[in-house]
T-cell receptor, first 120, second 110 residues
Framework: EVQLLESGGGLVQPGGSLKLSCAAS????????MSWVRQAPGKGLEWVSA????????YYAGAVKGRFTISRDNSKNTLYLQMNSLRVEDTAIYYC?????WGSGSGSDWGQGTLVTVSS | QFVLTQPPSASGTPGQRVTISCSGG????????VNWYQQLPGAAPKLLIH???QRPSGVPDRFSGSKLGTSASLAISGLQSEDEADYYC???????????FGGGTKLTVL
């Protein structure tokens, strides 16, 4: 059974930093691209970033490019999202997503999400 | 502003068939496969349809997807009260090099 467990969310001041982690199990982690998708309170889904299975290719949404960094440690089956220069509009639930196919937008499995609140 | 366009709401009565549309452009729906997600209240999204019309294991065949040109549709037949949820279409955009989502459609079962 695929399990994705996010952690690292919390309350941070504007301009601050936070690092999210996603511990994966139940599948061969290195074989799958992974993504982060967020959802602001009461709003729709917004893709944040994606990383290939090897970690060699990454993509970012325009809203976070230059501020967020996606990475993975395949030896630890863990996905990360380093978030710097956080803004109020980054407040959202952040979901870790296992991609069915690379570059397809098809997330076959989602974590339960971790809440990031950016506020002074 | 969302790259893909969905109606904000849809509704139907139990047993009815409803469809939800999703329109995009040549760099996304026009050249890439479309996926659909269902999000029940308070829950994480769940993949409902991938690759335009493929149902993951466990998804009832009441749910079906189709694509024509730069538009796609999700159809739900035999509507049930538990289908009341938010539905999102998504695909990859080759020009933006990004997942793109529709704004979501809130389905109400009357």
């Amino acid at each position: 059974e695929v399990q994705l467990l996010e952690s690292g969310g919390g309350l941070v001041q504007p301009g601050g930093s936070l690092k999210l982690s996603c511990a994966a199990s139940g599948f061969t982690f290195i074989n799958y691209a992974m993504s982060w998708v967020r959802q602001a309170p009461g709003k729709g889904l917004e893709w944040v970033s994606a990383i290939s299975g090897s970690g060699g290719t990454t993509y970012y949404a325009g809203a976070v490019k230059g501020r967020f960094t996606i990475s993975r440690d395949n030896s630890k089956n863990t996905l990360y999202l380093q978030m710097n220069s956080l803004r109020v509009e980054d407040t959202a639930i952040y979901y870790c997503v296992k991609d069915l196919y690379w570059g397809s937008g098809s997330g076959s499995d989602w974590g339960q999400g971790t809440l990031v609140t950016v506020s002074s | 502003q969302f790259v893909l366009t969905q109606p904000p709401s849809a509704s139907g009565t139990p047993g009815q068939r409803v469809t939800i549309s999703c329109s995009g452009g040549s760099s996304n729906i026009g050249s890439k496969a479309v996926n659909w997600y269902q999000q029940l209240p308070g829950a994480a999204p769940k993949l409902l349809i991938h690759s335009n019309n493929q149902r993951p294991s466990g998804v009832p065949d009441r749910f079906s997807g189709s694509k024509l040109g730069t538009s796609a549709s999700l159809a739900i037949s035999g509507l049930q009260s538990e289908d009341e949820a938010d539905y999102y279409c998504t695909t990859w955009d080759d020009r933006l090099k990004a997942w793109v989502f529709g704004g979501g459609t809130k389905l109400t079962v009357l």
